[in-house]
């Protein structure tokens, strides 16, 4: 496909492959300011494992699903490697548990001031990144108009709604962990920034394509799924602000 080509896809075409590029490129960076996290404090103990695994065996319906449902490759490529980054930080996280000694005392405002900084950086980077690689995709002519009808087996939705019921139940032992420590400490604020930034823009993406009713329970599995975990991390994100606070009104009166 020449450049001249890419005048022949439509406005909404466009727009929906860079917001699912982009959703793409933030889900692919997602984990690793957690593993640096962990990393500098020698533990993993402020996630909830549960939270995890729910988490992985969500990606590995999602995988099987992608599979099935005879998906783009570039599709289950990046369903392999959520499967495996998702892996990656379990084995860290055990990893620490396992090696307790190694634990390091890291206080909150070491790690505060560069997190916003790193934020619109990293921001900055994934949108580049995300409208780069659909012109690329474009180009090799990896991009492949969706389907408004299901066609074969629904086998592959039915693993997508098992995939998104999982991915929901995820965020819960997490919630329930922070409320039991009265504290996020641990956690990386840009860890559930790129869940959620990630999750939105691929909202956004499947939407600008079609609206019909058809389309709509087609992508029902992935759009449920995606609407429940952005409410999940909502949550989370109020436990951040809510348990931040306290510390701050416990320093000040110290």
Do not use: C, H
């Amino acid at each position: 496909m020449a450049f001249s080509d890419l005048r022949k896809i439509s406005a909404r075409e466009t727009l929906s492959g860079i917001f699912g590029a982009i959703s793409i490129a933030f889900w692919a960076i997602t984990i690793y300011p957690q593993l640096i996290e962990n990393y500098k404090r020698k533990s993993g103990d402020s996630l909830s494992l549960n939270f995890l695994i729910l988490w992985l065996i969500g990606d590995a319906f999602s995988l099987v699903g992608s599979i099935w449902g005879k998906l783009i490759s570039v599709i289950i490529a990046v369903q392999v490697y959520f499967f495996l980054a998702d892996l990656l930080l379990i084995l860290q996280i055990l990893y620490y548990r396992r090696k307790p000694s190694l634990r390091s005392k890291v206080r909150l405002s070491t790690l505060k001031g560069a997190t916003l900084s790193q934020f619109f950086i990293s921001l900055t980077i994934v949108i580049i990144f995300g409208i780069l690689g659909w012109v690329i995709t474009v180009l090799m002519g990896g991009i492949k108009k969706p389907e408004s009808e299901i066609n074969g087996s629904v086998g592959f939705l039915v693993l997508g709604y098992i995939g998104s019921f999982f991915y929901l139940l995820a965020r819960i032992p997490q919630i329930i962990k922070n409320y039991k420590n009265k504290s996020t400490d641990g956690l990386s604020p840009l860890f559930f920034a790129f869940t959620v930034l990630g999750n939105l823009t691929y909202l956004v993406s499947i939407l600008l394509i079609d609206i019909s009713r058809k389309y709509i329970l087609i992508n029902l599995p992935w759009l449920l799924s995606s609407f429940g975990t952005l409410f999940m991390d909502f949550m989370i994100f109020a436990q951040f602000i809510l348990y931040r606070r306290k510390i701050k009104s416990e320093d000040s009166s110290n």
